[in-house]
C-alpha cells in the first residue's frame, strides 16, 4: 500500500485539470473500502485518476473498463497498471457506445461533483449498481426527507429511483488537491421504477414552487406546462392535495400527482 505522499510526489508531473474537476484520490483505504463492493463482477469505473481505486477493483473484479478522458493520464495509467483483466479507454464517458463492452454489473468512480447529477440520471436510464464517492452535501441533498430544508427535486428523483446505502464518510485530505468540502461513498441500487420524460419534468416543475401549497405551485408552473394560469389553476384545484405543500410531500406521493397532471395534459 502507497503513501499520500508517494501519489503527491506523481502529482508533481501530472498537473490537474481544473475544467476537468480533477481532485485525485490519494487514499488507498478509501479505494479498498470502494473496490469490496466490486468483486467477481464486471465492473466499469469513471475517472480512474492515478489508478488508485483501479488497482484495488482490477485485484476484485472479473473485468474492469476505466474511462478516462484526460489523455495525459490515460499514458501515465498504461504504463502504471499492469492487469489482464483492465480494459483502459481515453474517451468521454458520456459519448461512449457500451454495446460492445457486454453486460455491466457495477459501475465505480471518485465522482467529479460537476458530474454528479449527470451521472445520476445516467445510472437511473441503464439501471447499473453503482458504488460512488460524491460531495457530502450532494448526498445529503440525495437522502434529505420531506419536511428538511434539503428536500429538493433530487431528493425526490433519489428516493424514487435508487436504494441508497451509506459507506464511509470521506475527509477532504484524501484527495489532491484538497477539494473545499468532504465526501461520502455511497451505494446505489436501481428500484427500476420508470418515472418518464413528462412526469420528470412536471415534478421538477413543481418542486421548484415547493414552499407554496401544490394549487400555487401548478399554477407558477403553468409556463413550463404550457398551459394558462387559469387552467393550472383549475387542474391545481381539482386534486386532494392542493392545499398541501409539495415539500412536505413524499416522493411517491409529487410522482402520483404528476401522473394524474401528465393525463390531465393529454386530455386537454
Not at 463482477?41 to 480512474?48: D, L, S, T, W, Y
Not at 457500451?98 to 453486460?103: I, R, V
Not at 394549487?215 to 394560469?229: H, M, P, V
Request: with cysteine.
Amino acid at each position: 500500500m502507497q503513501s499520500a505522499e508517494y501519489y503527491r510526489n506523481i502529482l508533481k508531473s501530472i498537473r490537474p485539470h481544473k475544467r476537468l474537476g480533477q481532485n485525485f484520490l490519494i487514499d488507498e483505504s478509501v479505494a479498498k473500502a470502494e473496490a469490496a463492493h466490486c468483486s467477481g463482477k464486471r465492473v466499469v469505473e469513471i475517472g480512474p485518476g492515478l489508478g488508485i481505486l483501479t488497482k484495488r477493483i482490477c485485484e476484485e473484479a472479473e473485468s474492469v473498463v476505466a474511462v478516462e478522458i484526460d489523455s495525459e493520464l490515460c499514458n501515465f495509467l498504461r504504463s502504471e497498471l499492469r492487469f489482464e483483466n483492465l480494459k483502459l479507454v481515453n474517451a468521454d464517458f458520456f459519448k461512449m457506445d457500451f454495446s460492445g463492452l457486454g453486460k455491466i454489473d457495477m459501475l465505480a468512480s471518485n465522482v467529479p461533483y460537476s458530474l454528479s447529477s449527470k451521472l445520476l440520471m445516467w445510472l437511473s436510464n441503464k439501471g447499473v449498481p453503482a458504488v460512488l464517492c460524491l460531495q457530502k452535501e450532494f448526498v445529503g441533498r440525495m437522502k434529505a426527507q420531506p419536511g428538511s430544508s434539503e428536500y429538493s427535486r433530487l431528493s425526490v428523483f433519489a428516493s424514487l429511483q435508487f436504494e441508497m446505502y451509506e459507506i464511509m464518510d470521506v475527509p477532504a485530505r484524501s484527495f489532491y488537491p484538497v477539494p473545499r468540502v468532504d465526501s461520502k461513498v455511497i451505494y446505489l441500487k436501481s428500484k427500476g421504477v420508470d418515472i418518464g420524460l413528462e412526469n420528470s419534468k412536471i415534478i421538477s416543475l413543481i418542486m421548484e414552487h415547493k414552499n407554496r401549497k401544490l394549487r400555487n405551485a401548478i399554477e407558477n408552473a403553468s409556463s413550463g406546462l404550457k398551459i394558462s394560469k387559469i387552467k393550472a389553476r383549475e387542474m391545481g384545484d381539482s386534486l386532494i392535495e392542493r392545499d398541501i405543500r409539495p415539500s412536505k410531500m413524499q416522493p411517491a406521493q409529487l410522482l402520483a400527482i404528476a401522473r394524474k397532471l401528465s393525463n390531465k395534459l393529454q386530455n386537454l
